[in-house]
């Protein structure tokens, strides 16, 4: 009779939800390109960020907001000969498996251009170099350019990517950079995507990693799970 009841309830989630285990879970593009236990707390106890260590953080989402509905109120202007429809802040979704997503969403899609746009304080702003043969491996361009590239990977069509990144305080001029699609990179991010899933499905079994290792050595610094990470 168990073995009846239990194959009910797979047939129920697998109508429902596509999937044995139920709801889709998801990870966060933006999240994959850090530390992979920030990641993991981060999505398994729905931890939003607030407070004065992250005001840099804030202000570029709203930064974003703004510029994003400038875009979309005065397209009418800036859209020149582009016949393509500005599509703002597109979700994109990509199947890991066993009932988990890997989720994004871009800032503009253009026809087959994407764009990502970063707002930096003036310090981070200079270290950004003008082209990607000059980064450094503790650069969080890094990080930038694999978001995008996964983005660009995981929206069919798409086929030219652009960071866009600017000042806090000062918009004008900003530093335009063309990412070209890598589908081997981007293997290698969904490796480690799946691999902050195990982490998470260790923590619901009760385990915490005794030796995690960050992206970049500097995540450390500010990061609101210092008190409890053992490094």
Same mark, same amino acid.
């Given at each position: 009779m168990e073995n009846i009841e239990e194959f009910g309830k797979r047939l129920e989630n697998l109508l429902k939800y596509g999937n044995i285990r139920g709801p889709k879970r998801t990870?966060?593009?933006?999240?994959?390109s850090f530390c992979p236990l920030k990641a993991a707390l981060t999505t398994?106890?729905?931890?939003?960020?607030?407070? +004065?260590?992250?005001? $840099?953080?804030?202000?570029?989402? *709203? /930064?974003?907001?703004?510029?994003?509905? @400038?875009?979309?109120?005065?397209?009418s202007y800036l859209q020149g000969d582009i016949e393509a429809t500005p599509e703002i802040e597109k979700e994109v979704s990509y199947e890991l498996g066993d009932g988990w997503l890997l989720t994004g969403r871009i800032d503009l899609v253009i026809g087959e251009h994407m764009f990502e746009f970063k707002f930096l304080s003036d310090w981070s702003?200079?270290?950004?170099? +003008?082209?990607?043969? $000059?980064?450094?491996?503790?650069? *969080? /361009?890094?990080?930038?350019?694999?978001? @995008?590239?996964?983005?660009?990977?995981?929206?069919?069509?798409?086929?030219?990517?652009?960071?866009?990144?600017?000042?806090?305080n000062e918009l004008i001029p900003w530093k335009k950079l063309e990412i070209k699609k890598d589908s081997r990179a981007f293997k290698e991010f969904?490796?480690?995507?799946?691999?902050?899933?195990?982490?998470?499905?260790?923590?619901?079994?009760?385990?915490?990693?005794?030796?995690?290792?960050?992206?970049?050595?500097?995540?450390?610094?500010?990061?609101i799970f210092k008190s409890i990470c053992s490094r």
């Open positions: 990870i966060r593009v933006t999240s994959v398994r106890y729905d931890v939003r960020f607030f407070g +004065e260590k992250n005001k $840099e953080r804030i202000l570029g989402q *709203v /930064l974003h907001m703004g510029l994003l509905g @400038l875009i979309k109120d005065s397209w702003y200079e270290k950004i170099p +003008e082209n990607l043969d $000059e980064v450094d491996e503790e650069s *969080v /361009l890094n990080a930038y350019t694999e978001q @995008l590239n996964a983005y660009l990977n995981m929206l069919p069509g798409a086929k030219f990517g652009h960071l866009w990144i600017f000042r806090h969904l490796k480690r995507a799946r691999g902050i899933i195990k982490l998470i499905e260790s923590m619901e079994n009760g385990e915490l990693p005794k030796d995690p290792k960050p992206r970049f050595e500097w995540e450390c610094k500010n990061c």
